[in-house]
């Protein structure tokens, strides 16, 4: 879900749906000029304008709630992708090829085992409130995670293996492992300041919600907030990397997509990209408009169909109401082989995805997997009605399934009501299933969230945004990412808990050899497809559009032909240029002004005939949403 929404990444991907893709990320954003605009940040923009001395504000458009700002519990993709902004990690990874650069750690080294890691923290940073920023600060981070439960609710997998962190000095962070880890220069995890975040009593409740500006070390500040409503940010004029060139950001929330486009066109808002794309239509419309651009570039994000497999604690004790049938693998595997996936990205995405295969999309091409001719499920409604048959699940007079209890066999769909794919492939599910005897109910929920937690669903549309280390994607359908109690937040996505895909990922986790851990990750991605608790439909392209009156340049990520909301990183948001400003936008950190959107990007929509360059079927593969 980049929960569906999800994580995206870890800056998790949890939308619940969390949803990923083939070279980059996709995401949904939108950027504008205070100046002359109503917003409600700004009810009365031309005196606004006056008293604040004309700040820049770059306003972008999203169609998912923060579920916290507390980085130790934010799963979606719209808190994850905040959390990059207010807080730095220990490093990043660049626009250009996903490679890993220096963030709050300017270096690092491990021991010749392996089990002993030394960062070294730059001296150049300090908090918002002009406290210097140390080793301690990462130090308390880790080890609160190590030690909370409740603070390792989003990022936990990251430290599960930490044996212990010191800070022997305020420049060096030691990390001992109980055995060795590959995601050691890919830690996912936002490091808060302990002078700040020590006084919290408990991390299970606290939201960091309430005492405004938030203290912070990323380029830019959370100065205000109002749940489904905005969340507003300041530039940090003080930030090591340098200051952003926006002096504010803010995300706001439009529930209907629909609205979201039409702000964008009138100018209230600068980016839109939808929950988590534009579709097609929409992105066809917004072609033809003036001062308008559309970009579209390979996804980082999935879009897939998840099982409940009966949802359960660590300890295996049983909750929710997930349908008994779906704990058959043939029902399991009936229901999937009566998807056409190439329908779906044909109609419902118009093209702008490629067929779903593994887990990992074909963006990060040594971990992308594709299932064998005779291993994978193609669309074949007649094999599914056999092994329904099978299943003991034969069809009645009325052509209804049903069971040897004599009852019918029903099901129901979690769906996003803000995700306009979720009820159009809805509609085709209930065509496909039904002609097998099936019954759906497409549930579509303002919040998935809470009943996704609670295990009360059969099934459920899923997506998350995935990393360029395929780690956290993987750790959530881990037996350890399960709950503690029921019905409380945790890392898992769908209750899956399987030995061998625990032992796979065991091994993967230390295993250095590029290649060697690549064969693993993809016999992880097999052994989750035969289970048949996940089903990959597509690998939506990420499709978003920006105001070129307000906006001059802004970086996507890869910069050659990639997205620009939910990255792997900051770059979009503290690169992006006025459109009023006459100096050159100045790279860092690997960027280049030549590679940034407003030169125009190789995958980016024909303009002049409204139609979006398809990166249809291409073999390219991150909060859950």
């Not at 005492?211 to 749940?227: I, M």
């Not at 049938?325 to 490629?354: C, H, M, P, S, Y």
């Not at 979009?572 to 240029?577: K, P, T």
Request: with cysteine; charged share 25%; hydrophobic share 35%.
């Amino acid at each position: 879900m980049d929960r569906p929404e999800q994580h995206g990444s870890s800056t998790n991907p949890r939308t619940r749906r969390g949803r990923l893709r083939l070279l980059a990320a996709s995401g949904v954003a939108a950027m504008s000029l205070t100046a002359g605009l109503a917003t409600p940040l700004n009810p009365a923009p031309h005196e606004a304008e006056a008293a604040d001395g004309g700040k820049k504000t770059l306003t972008v458009a999203v169609a998912q709630s923060v579920d916290s700002l507390s980085p130790f519990l934010a799963q979606t993709l719209v808190s994850t992708s905040i959390h990059r902004l207010m807080y730095d990690f220990l490093t990043n990874y660049d626009a250009k090829d996903n490679s890993t650069v220096p963030a709050m750690a300017t270096e690092w080294e491990s021991s010749d085992d392996k089990l002993t890691w030394t960062y070294t923290i730059r001296s150049d940073a300090k908090w918002s409130d002009g406290e210097k920023v140390t080793a301690e600060d990462a130090a308390w981070t880790f080890n609160t995670m190590m030690e909370d439960e409740a603070a390792a609710t989003a990022n936990g997998s990251f430290t599960s293996n930490f044996k212990k962190v010191t800070a022997p000095g305020p420049d060096k962070l030691v990390v001992e492992l109980k055995k060795p880890q590959a995601t050691m220069t890919a830690l996912d995890v936002p490091v808060v300041p302990k002078h700040v975040w020590e006084k919290v009593d408990d991390f299970s409740k606290f939201n960091n919600d309430q005492d405004f500006p938030v203290v912070g070390n990323g380029p830019f500040v959370l100065t205000e907030y109002k749940r489904d409503s905005y969340v507003k940010l300041t530039a940090n004029k003080d930030y090591w990397r340098g200051a952003p060139k926006f002096d504010e950001l803010v995300f706001r929330y439009y529930k209907d997509q629909d609205a979201a486009v039409a702000a964008l066109r009138k100018g209230e808002v600068s980016f839109a990209a939808g929950s988590p794309s534009l579709t097609p239509a929409q992105a066809n419309s917004l072609a033809k408009a003036d001062n308008i651009k559309v970009n579209e570039g390979p996804g980082r994000r999935f879009f897939a169909l998840a099982v409940n497999p009966g949802a359960r604690t660590k300890d295996g004790e049983e909750f929710g109401d997930g349908h008994p049938a779906l704990q058959d693998a043939k029902v399991r595997e009936a229901l999937f082989t009566a998807v056409d996936r190439e329908t779906i990205v044909d109609r419902v995405f118009q093209g702008n995805a490629v067929e779903g295969e593994g887990y990992i999309p074909p963006r990060f091409g040594d971990y992308f997997w594709k299932p064998s001719a005779g291993q994978k499920r193609a669309y074949d409604p007649a094999k599914a009605a056999e092994l329904l048959d099978d299943a003991g699940y034969e069809k009645n007079a009325e052509g209804k399934r049903v069971g040897k209890d004599g009852k019918p066999l029903d099901f129901r769909i979690l769906c996003h009501a803000t995700d306009p794919n979720d009820k159009a492939v809805g509609k085709y599910l209930q065509e496909w299933w039904g002609e097998l005897g099936i019954g759906l109910k497409v549930d579509c929920l303002d919040n998935v969230s809470d009943p996704w937690a609670a295990g009360e669903y059969d099934l459920a549309f899923d997506g998350w945004s995935v990393n360029p280390d395929p780690d956290f994607v993987l750790g959530i359908h881990t037996c350890a990412a399960l709950p503690n109690k029921p019905k409380e937040s945790s890392a898992t996505d769908n209750f899956i808990c399987d030995k061998q895909f625990d032992k796979l990922y065991g091994q993967q986790l230390a295993e250095y050899d590029p290649a060697k851990r690549a064969d693993l990750v993809k016999q992880m991605q097999s052994r989750l497809y035969d289970t048949g608790y996940m089903n990959v439909l597509a690998y939506p392209n990420a499709v978003e559009a920006y105001r070129t009156d307000q906006i001059k340049s802004i970086t996507t990520m890869p910069q050659a032909a990639g997205n620009i909301y939910g990255q792997d990183g900051y770059w979009s948001w503290w690169s992006a240029v006025p459109a009023d400003d006459d100096a050159e936008s100045e790279g860092s950190g690997g960027l280049s002004t030549g590679a940034m959107v407003g030169i125009g990007a190789a995958a980016v929509l024909v303009i002049g005939a409204g139609v979006l360059f398809g990166l249809r079927r291409r073999a390219t593969a991150e909060d859950r949403e």
